[in-house]
């Protein structure tokens, strides 16, 4: 069994309509209800939770943390910012979803600004595989077909991935690394850019797909109990 939480600010579902359509329960019960299976438990927590849910205890029993945020970065408390690098260093998995690129715990773990080039049009988008052997894009063929997406361009100021597994191209000529992959301390972390609110991006079996691998590929390998830098008195041979 691997557990999951998803974190969503679940503000555009409550204000937009053309949101609400889509995502007649948020984006994190959709993700929810497509990720949920005999493997996979998924617990959901938004802004409107204390802490936004994400306590010590949640981390604690959080083998792999989904996060969307788009609207209300700046209303994620720092020390909640701080709590998920901490348990990303110690060994929790973490899967960042479109804007979670600007999100606080991301541009922590990252140490960059995280800043792209962007534009609402809804082109069409093609998100190529570049790594075939990748387990992330198991049982994706050469590219995921996108009908409408916010355009997400390069320059992304992120530090060079550890691996990029896609590259996403749209109709407006821009490119942009759609699938990356990063180790921080003993976590693992996939930043995935598909999921603008005002598509049913979510709703495609691929990008589950992809989801669905990444969180096999982040789950805990070697998790710390806290972040130390023992004291060893003695020597192992004298
Ligand atoms: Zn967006």
Redesign the pocket.
Known sequence: MIRITVFNEFLHEKRVKAVQEIYPNGIHMALKEHLQDEELQVRTVTLDDPECGLTDEVLKETDVLIWWG?MAHGQVPDEVAARVQSHVLMGMGAIFL??GHHSKPFKRLMGTPCNLTWREDGDRELVWVVNPAHPIAQGIDRFILLPHE?TYGEPFSIPEPDELVFIGSFEGGEVFRAGCCYTRGNGRIFDFQPG??TFPTYHIPEVIRVIRNAIYWAKPVNRMEALVCPHVKRPLED
């Open positions: 788009h479109h804007s916010e603008h609110e």
